[in-house]
């Protein structure tokens, strides 16, 4: 770990190798010695050495679990192209736009130039390769088919990014159009209902009580709008800091989310199909089913379906079937229960685990493209009720006004 920490600077290069041919690349090192030694050390003649410029439009220092994913993909790909290992990563880290990836898999790179297995020098970042990653790299290194390993995670982390997608656009549209009508609404009330108020003070006449309640509430939030604000950010603060933090809170939350119409059923089958994606994957590897449930557990994405199968991680362990512990945590449906019971009698537990994941995400895709069809109207609605009724109230007296001239 601390070999690949000291690697933090990029370095671009010129020079000819073996044959006098020119060539040039990148590398990371911690000054422009040890780049010019670690060229030397390949055969290649350094001519240029200099630090590379940081881009304004550069990726930024963050890796997300999608280039993970396509990190994967792409080494997969590689490897299965016949081209060795720590060439494939300087190939992969040197085409990389995000600097942070790129230092992330150049690291990696020089633990295993160093000796290391890749299972070893992946473990030292565990916040971006997980035990299961982790362990299906090494089960792939000890059977001498990491290139078939690896394309089975790159599968995997593509079909779980994708249902997460899917999760996310399900929520995060109607949470955008509200939030947007939330702010229209404001505005409304902050800046053009004044003006009304001023209008109507010279009519001489009681004002229709809808418009008089919207002009009580204009002021209301202009009086109060910061306190409003900061009574809203002190809730949604403390909401995500117990989220994060407070372990029954989060499974209080998922259980709820799992409740709700519509959204809890999409959530559920989602997390099946992390469940039996993630049970196919690591079956297929020859990992232990006690040791693989433990994997899964924690890639199922809710508290509910992770305590549910560590409940069943130590029942198979005690001897109980894999289809009865199941069973018992009375979380899956009797068609997902079944089509495991049929993969335990036949021994084909990692196809028939992958039959549900297939289905289960195909579902989820469908399910929420019927969410986003349903809930399109219904937002029209909620937008037209909140700006329509505001625009209404404000012309109520103008409207009374008129039939009275």
């Not at 990836?101 to 130039?113: H, N, P, S, Y």
């Not at 809710?302 to 199968?309: A, D, F, K, L, Q």
């Not at 289960?360 to 009720?385: Q, R, T």
């Amino acid at each position: 770990m601390a070999e690949s920490a000291a690697i933090t600077t990029p370095f671009l290069w010129e020079g000819t190798d073996r044959n006098g041919k020119k060539i040039k690349g990148k590398s990371l090192a911690d000054n422009e010695a040890a780049v010019r030694a670690d060229l030397r050390r390949q055969g290649v003649v350094p001519t240029r050495i200099r630090k590379q410029r940081k881009s304004l439009f550069s990726g930024g220092g963050r890796i997300e679990t999608s280039d993970i994913a396509i990190f994967s993909r792409q080494l997969a790909t590689m490897l299965a192209a016949g081209i060795p290992l720590v060439q494939a990563f300087e190939i992969v880290g040197n085409g990389h736009e995000n600097e942070a990836m790129q230092k992330l898999i150049l690291g990696i790179k020089a633990d295993v130039e160093g000796g290391s297995a890749l299972a070893e020098a992946l473990a030292k970042q565990p916040l971006y390769f997980d035990d299961l990653f982790v362990n299906l790299v090494e089960a792939g290194e000890q059977a001498g088919a990491l290139e078939t390993l690896l394309d089975k995670i790159a599968t995997y982390k593509e079909k779980t990014e994708a249902i997460k997608k899917k999760i996310k656009k399900a929520l995060t549209y109607p949470a955008a159009v509200l939030v947007v009508a939330f702010i229209v609404t404001t505005i409304l009330l902050i800046f053009v209902i004044p003006s009304f108020e001023d209008l109507f003070q010279g009519f001489g006449a009681d004002l229709p009580g809808f418009t008089r309640m919207v002009i009580d509430l204009s002021l209301f939030v202009r009086t109060n709008g910061i306190y409003i604000v900061m009574i809203a950010g002190a809730i949604i603060g403390t909401f995500f800091y117990f989220k994060k933090r407070s372990r029954p809170f989060r499974h209080f939350l998922d259980r709820l989310m799992l409740k709700i119409p519509v959204i809890g059923p999409i959530l559920q089958k989602a997390s099946i199909a992390r469940y039996a994606r993630t049970l196919s994957t690591m079956f297929a590897a020859g990992v232990p089913l006690v040791e693989a449930l433990e994997s899964v557990a924690g890639a199922t994405g809710n508290i509910v379906y992770e305590m549910g199968v560590l409940q069943m991680r130590d029942e198979v362990a005690t001897g109980q079937r894999l289809q009865q512990s199941m069973e018992n945590t009375d979380l899956f449906p009797n068609m997902v229960v079944q089509m495991i019971a049929v993969g335990e009698e036949s021994g084909s537990l990692d196809q028939m685990s992958a039959k549900v994941a297939d289905f289960y995400e195909e579902d989820v895709d469908n399910a929420v493209d019927n969410l986003s069809s349903l809930l399109e109207p219904m937002i029209m609605a909620i937008l037209g009720v909140l700006v329509g009724g505001l625009v209404v109230a404000m012309y109520l007296p103008i409207f009374k006004l008129g039939a009275v001239v």
